[in-house]
């Protein structure tokens, strides 16, 4: 069966430093979605895209986040410089476009020291 | 402001009966509303959804209702079994969001006992 996937699964970083995760999606959707759960916290949008286009980053706090998708199917999550309040899931889905099921991968535990 | 609001209590519920969980929501006009399963440490899961037009879907063992005049819907699982233990979570597009921008609540813990 297809998955999204995502790596790493775990990542534990120093405050101030750079941190980047990556996303494959599943094959043929070509909308993709980075959200990040805190602990206890339901799952919060940071970016959607369609194909390589960005069609909502209205959460994504880009004074410190980055995110592309620069053919269109895999993508990259960067943090720069990452804040102790950073540590969350960070979990990537994809879907078909303008299909109602998004497909979520294991996500990114990330923890910042 | 928009909110989604869960039971934020663990529900305990024996084995063979029905867990009943609530999603409220106000401020909100939803396009449509899913239901999502998530086990500890992994992505959440799709289990249904239900569009606003709808009053109530079913899958198997899982029933959804949806009454947009109370800004509610009801999620139940029926002869609840021991592996159904996890966290649901509800989710809500609105008619202004952007397609697939799912809000979610912060989801209900449940705990099925033998």
């Known amino acids: 069966e297809a998955e999204v996937a995502q790596s790493p699964r775990y990542k534990i970083t120093e405050k101030s430093q750079a941190v980047a995760f990556w996303c494959d999606p599943i094959?043929?959707?070509?909308?993709l979605y980075w959200y990040r759960q805190i602990l206890g916290q339901g799952p919060e949008l940071l970016v959607q895209f369609q194909d390589e286009s960005v069609v909502d980053d209205s959460q994504l706090p880009k004074d410190r986040f980055s995110a592309e998708r620069l053919k269109g199917v895999d993508s990259t999550l960067k943090i720069q410089p990452a804040e102790l309040g950073d540590s969350a899931m960070y979990l990537c889905a994809s879907s078909f476009p303008r299909n109602t099921e998004a497909f979520f991968g294991q996500g990114t535990r990330l923890t910042v020291v | 402001s928009q909110k989604i609001e869960q039971n934020s209590e663990a529900l305990n519920i024996q084995e063979g009966k029905t867990a009943t969980l609530t999603c409220n929501y106000t401020?909100?006009?939803?396009?449509?509303l899913q239901w999502y399963r998530q086990d500890p440490g992994r992505g959440p899961v799709f289990l249904l959804l239900?569009?606003?037009?709808?009053k109530e879907k079913r899958k198997e063992r899982l029933k959804v209702t949806f009454d947009t005049t109370l800004k509610q819907s009801l999620f139940h699982i029926t002869a609840s079994q021991p592996a159904d233990s996890a966290t649901y979570l509800c989710?809500?597009?609105?008619?202004?969001?952007?397609?697939?921008?799912?809000?979610f609540g912060a989801g209900t813990q449940v705990v099925v006992t033998p």
């Open positions: 239900i569009r606003e037009n709808e």
């Open positions: 989710a809500l597009v609105g008619t202004t969001d952007s397609w697939g921008k799912l809000q």
């Open positions: 401020n909100y006009s939803p396009a449509y």
């Open positions: 094959s043929g959707h070509a909308t």
